[in-house]
Nanobody
Framework: QVQLVESGGGLVQTGGSLRLSCVVSGGTFSRYAMGWFRQTPGMERQFVAAMNWSGATIIQGDSGKGRFTISRDNGKSTLYLQMNSLKPEDTGVYYC????????????????WGQGTQVTVIS
């Protein structure tokens, strides 16, 4: 019954911005650690950023440091990823995921996943 639905992806030019959203239903969002991952064809799903239930713990992947910001609104059961200064290398399908344990870079720790939203960055 737990469902995660991502949105906000699209096609942008290099240097542009996007804000991804992930709405969680059927579970206790305010108690989940949440993460963002990116996947490209033929590549392993890669960690982008994660946050624990309160926001006290934030983990950032190297690719988005200084450009991406993870946040959450527990009242709206929504996770966000603000993506600025986008580069073509940021292209991929972005997935949000929920953990009932801890915020971590390891995808194996996440129990629930969304369907993904496509982000394409062009020159």
């Amino acid at each position: 019954q737990v469902q995660l639905v991502e949105s906000g992806g699209g096609l942008v030019q290099t240097g542009g911005s996007l804000r991804l959203s992930c709405v969680v239903s059927g579970g206790t969002f305010s108690r989940y650690a949440m993460g963002w991952f990116r996947q490209t064809p033929g590549m392993e799903r890669q960690f982008v950023a994660a946050m624990n239930w309160s926001g006290a713990t934030i983990i950032q992947g190297d690719s988005g440091k200084g450009r991406f910001t993870i946040s959450r609104d527990n009242g709206k059961s929504t996770l966000y990823l603000q993506m600025n200064s986008l580069k073509p290398e940021d292209t991929g399908v972005y997935y949000c995921a929920a953990s009932t344990t801890i915020a971590t870079q390891y995808k194996e720790e996440y129990k629930f996943w969304g369907q993904g939203t496509q982000v394409t960055v062009i020159s």
